[in-house]
């Protein structure tokens, strides 16, 4: 199956910067988009952005627009998220997502990483 692998998490002062990556491996891996999501302690996870990783079209949360860049690098098969200006609101698990096919529901997640600690210091 697919392996998603999380690296980059780590802590953080308040408007500073961490870049996460997510490597995909597999037999014959491949994905419709790749995306991150987040889970702050005591709260459901929610969506942070994705990747179409055929033509790179990207989309945000409103809470992340503008200060957050995902991309990809078809080489290494690899997503990143570059965050800038964190606030202590970022402060959560981020967790690598991937989509086979398209789907109506964005959370229809079909792999999961296992995550990695984003804290923002204020």
């Known amino acids: 199956q697919v392996q998603l692998v999380e690296s980059g998490g780590g802590l953080v002062q308040a408007g500073g910067s961490l870049r996460l990556s997510c490597s995909a491996s597999?037999?014959?891996?491949?994905?419709?988009?790749m995306g991150w999501f987040r889970q702050a302690p005591g709260k459901e996870r929610e969506f942070v952005a994705r990747i179409i990783w055929s033509i790179a079209s990207t989309y945000y949360a409103d809470s992340v627009k503008g200060r957050f860049t995902i991309s990809r690098d078809n080489a290494k098969n690899t997503m990143y998220l570059q965050m800038n200006s964190l606030e202590p609101e970022d402060t959560a698990v981020y967790y690598c997502?991937?989509?086979?096919?398209?789907?109506?529901?964005?959370?229809?997640?079909?792999?999961w990483g296992q995550g990695t600690q984003v804290t923002v210091s204020s």
């Open positions: 597999g037999r014959t891996f491949s994905s419709y988009a």
């Open positions: 997502a991937a989509w086979l096919r398209i789907v109506p529901n964005i959370n229809r997640v079909d792999y």
